[in-house]
């Protein structure tokens, strides 16, 4: 498994912290590289491209409506990758990539197993809907 794609309600919600429940990622640098996201006054949610962990984790916390998101998390890194294909992820420094288009379809791509497998039971907890595993990386899209 390379990955995992499921549905979530088209609806204001906090629905990135409700994906990332109980994920490890104390360190982490996330970067914002394509982003349609509305606060829940209608505003951008996000108002810059790279999130230390501590306050990408807080600002999570706050309901969101995620309209088309591709979000990538580093270790700690200056050194952030293009990714256009899953060649330049898997040769890549991310650790996690997040894509939502259309506000209601996710992939989350990670090559590390555990996060993948609590993703998994994260969106089984939260009965988001058509919950599949990514084997092959032909399977792999960007959306974008």
């Known amino acids: 498994m390379i990955g995992i794609s499921f549905e979530v309600p088209n609806k204001y919600d906090v629905f990135l912290s409700k994906i990332l429940k109980n994920v490890d990622f104390e360190e982490g640098v996330w970067k914002v590289v394509n982003d349609e996201v509305l606060s829940e006054r209608g505003t951008n949610f996000f108002n810059k491209e790279i999130y230390l962990n501590d306050e990408f984790k807080e600002l999570i916390k706050t309901t969101h409506y ?13 050194r952030f990758n293009e990714i256009k294909s899953y060649d330049d992820y898997f ?6 990539l997040l894509i939502i288009v259309d506000n209601t ?8 197993k555990t996060i993948l497998k609590q993703i998994k039971v994260n969106a089984k907890e939260n009965s988001f ?15 974008y």
């Open 91 to 96: 040769n890549s420094d991310c650790k996690l």
């Open 66 to 78: 995620p309209i088309f998101l591709t979000l990538q998390l580093y270790n700690k890194s200056d």
């Open 129 to 143: 809907i058509n919950i599949k595993d990514i084997e092959n990386k032909e399977d792999f899209s960007l959306y």
């Open 105 to 112: 379809f996710i992939d989350v791509y990670s090559k590390d």
